[in-house]
């Protein structure tokens, strides 16, 4: 069981938006079915994900869009 706690979540966001930035104009290498996003955002929230994987996840704009407006949308 992994325990959530804001300061954990929020540089666990903080990591995800630097990754997903860096990544932003690079071509798709890796297409995430709509059916993988939830569990896909289980892991990655709960660290359970290398920050490399990450990057590569976020090449796919609609896995990063549909993440960013679920877990993202505070920091605007």
Do not use: G
Not at 24 to 53: F, G, H
């Amino acid at each position: 069981m992994v325990l959530f706690t804001t300061h954990n979540l929020e540089k666990n966001d903080r990591l995800v938006m630097t990754l997903a930035e860096s990544v932003k104009n690079k071509p798709m290498t890796r297409k995430i079915d709509t059916y993988e996003y939830q569990s896909l955002a289980d892991c990655i929230r709960s660290d359970q994900v290398p920050a490399s994987e990450i990057a590569e996840i976020f090449t796919d704009k609609a896995f990063y869009k549909w993440y960013k407006k679920k877990y993202l949308k505070k920091y605007k």
